[in-house]
T-cell receptor, first 110, second 114 residues
């Protein structure tokens, strides 16, 4: 079974709106990462948040981490058509394996 | 720098045929990974290599073998392909550590087994 699970599975918004997606995981982690995948392409790393951090920003991205609830959220502000993609959370428990969730498909309509 | 390069990009096999997916990275990464992605799903780890000379099973290793030929190259072999192995395969490389671990992905190898 997957370590991380994203919610919702799909999200459709208008350009300029904010997009929020959530990730829940099962075991304790060293860090949690978010990746983007454009259609037909490989995954691209967006942001990494450590287990001792609660919030992190990168441009229009804001990530939060609540280790007590074993959950994280990714907020994309002022979305653009180019943000249309699938977004995956990935967790690194102790050890080397990076485990991915099922992803959230985001459609930003112009 | 090319980053992570996978070959071939597309392949069609018949059931029972064998093939090897090649992956090479020029980013001096210690660890390398092979994932598969099925339609509408996330990535599942097949095998990974924490360092040159070591390999370990991931979540779905059955039907696959890997070779960490050197620090740059990590190949995935299907000895007897089955339709259930139709998927998109991604190779990734990265550095490992408690507070690191960003992975860099190749563009994928799309495999169809008839």
């Amino acid at each position: 079974s997957q370590q991380g699970e994203e919610d919702p599975q799909a999200l459709s918004i208008q350009e300029g709106e904010n997009a929020t997606m959530n990730c829940s995981y099962k075991t304790s982690i060293n860090n949690l990462q978010w990746y983007r995948q454009n259609s037909g392409r490989g995954l691209v790393h967006l942001i990494l948040i450590r287990s001792n951090e609660r919030e992190k920003h990168s441009g229009r991205l804001r990530v939060t981490l609540d280790t007590s609830k074993k959950s994280s959220s990714l907020l994309i502000t002022a979305s653009r058509a180019a943000d249309t993609a699938s977004y995956f959370c990935a967790t690194r428990p102790a050890g080397n394996k990076l485990t991915f969730g099922g992803g959230t498909r985001v459609l930003v309509k112009p | 720098n090319a980053g992570v390069t996978q070959t071939p990009k597309f392949q069609v096999l018949k059931t029972g045929q064998s093939m090897t997916l090649q992956c090479a990275q020029d980013m001096n990464h210690n660890s390398m990974y092979w994932y598969r992605q099925d339609p509408g799903m996330g990535l599942r780890l097949i095998y990974y290599s924490a360092s040159e000379g070591t390999t370990d099973k991931g979540e779905v290793p059955n039907g696959y073998n890997v070779s960490r030929l050197n620090k740059r190259e990590f190949s995935l072999r299907l000895e007897s392909a089955a339709p259930s192995q139709t998927s998109v395969y991604f190779c990734a490389g990265g550095r490992q550590g408690r507070y690191t671990g960003e992975l860099f992905f190749g563009e994928g190898s799309r495999l169809t087994v008839l």
